[in-house]
């Protein structure tokens, strides 16, 4: 018999997390430096998995991955929480994290709807080493402690026809002043990979 859960109004979160670039650093360094690469990103997100209890691994996907909470608050949490680890890891480039929370259906081990597209759409809308949020997440995981959220943009996303409302989700106790030093990951991507940035920008 299949496993069936119906569409329910219980929230549930959803996160998607990609490597910036990941084509480009392949195309330029080989195989199996991409698959090393690949691989310390994901052990570094499963470490953090044990602090957010209610969140669990999905699926991998190649240079990302997709994550469920049961929390929307924990799943920005967990967003921020892997930008700022991936930042600390020499060698990788930047991460971009789309989070979304609504309604969605389990069926034969896997998560289907609206909820998850938009929010797989968000992260490939996300700047390197940002969490993008849609606004339905932020009110539905109120004030997390340690984050704020920035302005809120409206984004385009693809085959969806209405924008969706989103805002940026951040540690709280290192708010972006008004002239940001150079990020490691932003250091990254300019110095080994200065010759496919184009590659870079159109896998936004």
């Known amino acids: ?11 549930h979160a959803f996160l998607f997390a990609d490597l910036v670039g990941f084509t480009a650093l392949t195309a330029a360094h080989g195989d199996e430096r991409g698959a090393d690469v690949a691989t310390r990103f994901h052990r570094a997100v499963r470490g953090l998995l044990p602090a ?29 929480a892997i930008t700022e680890t991936v930042e600390a890891l020499a060698d990788v480039p930047p991460v971009r994290v789309g989070v979304h929370a609504g309604p969605a259906v389990h069926r034969d081990g896997d998560w289907y709807g609206t909820t998850v597209n938009v929010a797989s759409r968000l992260c490939d ?16 995981a109120g004030a997390p402690h340690g984050i704020d959220f920035g302005d809120l943009r409206l984004h385009r996303l693809k085959h969806l026809d209405a924008p969706v409302p989103a805002r940026p989700a951040q540690v709280a106790a290192a708010p972006l002043p008004v002239a940001r030093p150079e990020r490691r ?18 896998a936004h």
């Open 125 to 140: 809308a996300a700047d390197a080493g940002e969490v993008l949020v849609s606004d339905q997440a932020v009110a539905l």
């Open 52 to 80: 957010e209890p209610a969140a669990a691994e999905l699926k991998s996907l190649g240079d990302g991955l997709m994550i469920r909470c049961e929390d929307p608050a924990g799943a920005v949490r967990l967003g921020v």
């Open 1 to 11: 018999m299949r496993d069936v859960e119906a569409v329910t109004p219980t929230p």
């Open 185 to 202: 990951a932003q250091r990254w991507i300019r110095e080994l990979l200065c010759p496919f940035r184009h590659t870079i920008q159109g």
